[in-house]
């Protein structure tokens, strides 16, 4: 259910403190989402692309996670200069495409993909329960870990429950089409795996509490931060500073 093929590999940045990575990886995504320079934008850019390829991410999967986000991103080129009112850019009949549009979306391609990239390379080397493990030991609300842990435990567990459902519901002729009939059905499909998975979560929770559990998950892994921890936080703080300054100065930069 949970497919996580970067945090298989070996690499530099999988060898880091995940509590660290976590924080610089917020740290970066606040700050570059603030940008309002496309240039300072760009240049967030460079620490991304230089941390993503210490990471050794498998190229494929990587391909298909950027064109997927970059997709989304395509449709704003294809609607915000259109439809924002500034500067005629190009004429195409009887649309006009404005420079403000075209720099808003620039400024937003850049900056989205520098946040993609860094959570690729920083937040996804690391396994779901890791990643709930250090949320808790950087002092994220107890709550939301269990949320977190409890939901990568047992999604697999739902779609199984809506995969048998279905696979009965085919078994006695049900055949999707577009109809009354196959929406009664499907809701009725949806019902039921609510209703399982209540009975489900109430016997586990249950089978927890007689096993001791409190309301927080105990984990053997203790983080431990080392030299190479502080040397990465030290240069990835330094440059996201940089960029920051570089949007709020831009007259300091190097021609």
């Not at 500067?87 to 520098?114: C, Q, W, Y």
């Not at 709550?143 to 048998?164: G, M, P, S």
């Not at 499907?186 to 509490?209: C, T």
């Amino acid at each position: 259910m949970f497919d996580e093929p970067f945090a298989r590999g070996r690499s530099l940045v999988h060898d880091l403190d995940p509590r660290m990575r976590l924080a610089m990886a917020a740290l970066f995504s606040v700050c570059v989402a603030l940008l309002k320079d496309p240039l300072a934008a760009g240049a967030a850019l460079i620490p991304a692309v230089t941390v993503l390829s210490l990471s050794a991410p498998p190229l494929h999967v990587l391909c298909k996670r950027v064109a997927l986000v970059n997709v989304f991103i395509l449709f704003l080129w294809l609607t915000v200069p259109l439809t924002m009112p500034g500067t005629p850019l190009a004429t195409l009949g009887p649309l006009t495409a404005s420079r403000e549009g075209a720099e808003l979306v620039l400024l937003a391609t850049l900056k989205s993909n520098a946040i993609l990239l860094t959570f690729l390379a920083l937040v996804t080397t690391m396994d779901s329960p890791t990643m709930g493990h250090a949320l808790d030991r950087l002092g994220v609300p107890s709550k939301l870990v269990f949320l977190f842990l409890f939901t990568y435990r047992y999604l697999h567990v739902i779609a199984d429950e809506w995969q048998r459902l279905v696979t009965a519901a085919r078994l006695r002729g049900f055949t999707p089409r577009t109809g009354m009939h196959t929406y009664r059905t499907i809701g009725n499909l949806l019902a039921m795996v609510l209703v399982n998975s209540f009975d489900r979560s109430s016997r586990v929770y249950q089978a927890m509490v007689l096993r001791g559990f409190q309301g927080r998950f105990v984990s053997v892994v203790r983080f431990k931060a080392q030299p190479k921890d502080a040397i990465f936080a030290f240069l990835w703080m330094a440059a996201t500073a940089g960029i920051v300054l570089m949007d709020f100065f831009p007259e300091i930069r190097l021609v």
